[in-house]
């Protein structure tokens, strides 16, 4: 099939690889070229770097929107759009133009965790299984009739880097399937349940700020879900304290404040709401990521200390 492809993130990029090796590509649409960094120097989407590699037409519209630009993709006469992390939402008038529709692929089961961040939002709320779905797209988020989905689980130790990782696996293989079923006219088309529909929005900074009040089980997860962004933090003499890595703690506790250092050396001993975590990897402000001994031996937290 002729496929016009829109998607930004490094997610989309081994799905991107897939679709030009079973079909044709006309072109690649992706986000313009944002500024980066200290230095604030322009930057290429991972999905622009590797399509260019490839010697793929480029497309980076500011908006979808743009007379222009729907002109242009409409002309490319492709079969059928596949999106894929894009970051627009596309109008109905786009959604029209592929005589066998767009379709997009989400990381989630939905109807659960439409929206930006929905492996993130799994592994934050502890979930131990996840999956693929991919669907014709609709009006709205994330909204559109089922094709197929596929589950995968979540492992204890899995961070949003293996989840992502594997995600991305299970995509490429089910993106072939579900193209080959539309082909073919035969791809289901299974209304989602909307009064089941959960949320997952895009992350914010604020997210990563540790609750100490909270159970081990969740800051654990949090650290799992917010690396390597925002990161999981927490505030030590006015500055902020990144933990990367924490397991939970089977030994005694004694009586203390959520939040007090409970020992300081080897690791670092925090109490939680309804425990201890063991600490084992943080980053001071600027800072790199260390073990907490390395830390510490340089930068003693005194026991008693109360993080918040």
Same mark, same amino acid.
């Given at each position: 099939?002729?496929?016009?492809?829109?998607?930004? #993130? +490094?997610?989309?990029?081994?799905?991107?690889?897939? @679709?030009?090796?079973?079909?044709?590509?006309?072109? /690649?649409?992706?986000?313009?070229?944002?500024?980066?960094?200290?230095?604030?120097?322009?930057?290429?989407?991972?999905?622009?770097?590797?399509?260019?590699?490839?010697?793929? #037409?480029?497309?980076?519209?500011?908006? /979808?929107?743009?007379?222009?630009?729907?002109?242009?993709?409409?002309?490319?006469?492709?079969?059928?759009? /596949?999106?894929?992390?894009?970051?627009?939402?596309? #109008?109905?008038? *786009?959604?029209? &133009?592929?005589?066998? %529709? !767009?379709?997009? *692929?989400?990381?989630?089961? @939905?109807?659960?965790?439409?929206?930006?961040?929905?492996?993130?939002?799994?592994?934050?709320?502890?979930?131990?299984?996840?999956?693929?779905? *991919?669907?014709?797209?609709?009006?709205?988020?994330? =909204? %559109?009739?089922?094709?197929?989905?596929?589950?995968?689980?979540?492992?204890?130790?899995?961070?949003?880097?293996?989840?992502?990782?594997?995600?991305?696996?299970?995509? !490429?293989?089910? &993106? /072939?399937?579900?193209?080959?079923?539309?082909?073919?006219? =035969?791809?289901?088309?299974?209304?989602?349940?909307?009064?089941?529909?959960?949320?997952?929005?895009?992350?914010?900074?604020?997210?990563?700020?540790?609750?100490?009040?909270?159970? =081990?089980?969740?800051? *654990?997860?949090?650290?799992?879900?917010?690396?390597?962004?925002?990161?999981?933090?927490?505030?030590?003499?006015?500055?902020?304290?990144?933990?990367?890595? !924490?397991?939970?703690?089977?030994?005694?506790?004694? +009586?203390?404040?959520?939040?007090?250092?409970?020992?300081?050396?080897?690791?670092?001993?925090?109490? =939680?709401? +309804?425990?201890?975590?063991?600490?084992?990897?943080?980053?001071?402000? %600027?800072?790199?990521?260390?073990?907490?001994?390395?830390?510490?031996?340089?930068?003693?937290?005194?026991?008693?200390?109360?993080?918040?």
């Amino acid at each position: 099939m002729k496929i016009l492809f829109m998607g930004t #993130p +490094d997610f989309a990029v081994p799905i991107l690889e897939t @679709l030009s090796k079973e079909h044709q590509v006309l072109a /690649v649409v992706t986000q313009p070229d944002r500024p980066k960094g200290r230095g604030h120097g322009v930057v290429f989407s991972p999905v622009k770097e590797y399509a260019l590699s490839l010697g793929m #037409p480029v497309l980076q519209p500011e908006k /979808v929107r743009n007379d222009a630009f729907v002109e242009e993709i409409t002309a490319l006469g492709a079969d059928i759009f /596949v999106v894929v992390a894009y970051g627009q939402l596309l #109008p109905p008038r *786009i959604l029209q &133009i592929p005589p066998l %529709g !767009c379709i997009n *692929i989400h990381a989630s089961l @939905l109807p659960h965790y439409r929206g930006a961040a929905p492996m993130q939002r799994a592994i934050l709320n502890g979930d131990t299984v996840t999956g693929v779905t *991919i669907m014709y797209m609709a009006k709205g988020m994330d =909204t %559109g009739d089922m094709i197929l989905k596929k589950t995968m689980p979540i492992e204890e130790s899995d961070r949003f880097a293996d989840v992502h990782d594997k995600m991305a696996v299970l995509s !490429c293989e089910y &993106i /072939v399937e579900a193209l080959a079923q539309v082909e073919a006219g =035969t791809a289901a088309r299974e209304p989602q349940n909307d009064e089941e529909a959960t949320y997952a929005p895009m992350l914010t900074k604020e997210e990563g700020r540790v609750d100490w009040s909270g159970s =081990t089980a969740r800051i *654990i997860n949090q650290v799992r879900a917010l690396d390597p962004w925002p990161g999981t933090y927490t505030s030590y003499e006015g500055q902020v304290l990144k933990i990367w890595e !924490c397991i939970p703690w089977d030994g005694d506790i004694p +009586d203390a404040k959520p939040g007090e250092v409970l020992e300081s050396g080897v690791h670092l001993l925090v109490k =939680t709401g +309804d425990g201890a975590l063991s600490v084992t990897e943080i980053q001071g402000q %600027g800072s790199k990521r260390m073990s907490a001994g390395d830390y510490l031996r340089g930068r003693p937290i005194e026991i008693g200390t109360v993080l918040e």
